[in-house]
């Protein structure tokens, strides 16, 4: 943003692509959690500012938990996660959401390919720096500025890996206050 401000990982914070490409492990998703299951995050699970998990759809909500998919899966935690793709209708292209650590079942989580993750070494974000960031990324400076140099409705990481940020203390103030 046009203000002074770091790269994402300059404030020890990086992004990646939802691991998870659901085409590549058909043979492990499950519309219903079972046992030795992981939930399975879509961006139909987001809507309105919260997460709505289980849901009925066509969409599975878990992936069975095995020497196959567990690299695709992140530990349970508080993560930012976006949307990577919005339509032209939407009023805005960035927006985020907090995923709290215990609100998901379980120990792991899969992010599907079409949502984009914030973490710290692949792990969870302190709570108040969780609510600092979304809040910084559903800010309409954000969205106008996301705007300005993107014209395409994809929120890429590499996009949000280059915004600038405040500093961390500066995240978790705001994360407090919007609490």
Not at 127 to 133: C, E, I, R, V
Not at 136 to 158: C, E, I, M, P, W
Request: proline share 7%; hydrophobic share 35%.
């Amino acid at each position: 943003i046009g203000f002074p401000g770091k790269p994402l990982r300059e404030i020890g914070i990086d992004i990646c692509t939802g691991p998870v490409v659901d085409f590549r492990l058909r043979s492990h998703l499950l519309q219903h959690p079972a046992g030795d299951s992981a939930p399975l995050l879509y961006s139909t699970h987001f809507a309105k500012g919260q997460i709505e998990w289980p849901k009925v759809q066509r969409k599975p909500n878990a992936i069975a938990v095995n020497a196959e998919t567990r690299n695709w899966l992140m530990p349970n935690g508080c993560y930012v996660v976006l949307k990577r793709f919005t339509s032209k209708e939407e009023r805005r292209r960035v927006v985020a959401y907090v995923l709290n650590e215990g609100e998901l079942p379980g120990t792991l989580i899969g992010f599907e390919n079409h949502l984009n993750v914030m973490h710290q070494d692949k792990h969870g974000l302190e709570p108040d720096l969780a609510k600092g960031m979304a809040a910084y990324l559903n800010s309409k400076a954000v969205d106008d500025y996301f705007r300005t140099f993107s014209g395409h409705t994809q929120v890429n990481a590499t996009d949000l890996r280059r915004l600038k940020y405040p500093p961390v203390e500066q995240l978790r103030k705001m994360g407090k206050e919007d609490a």
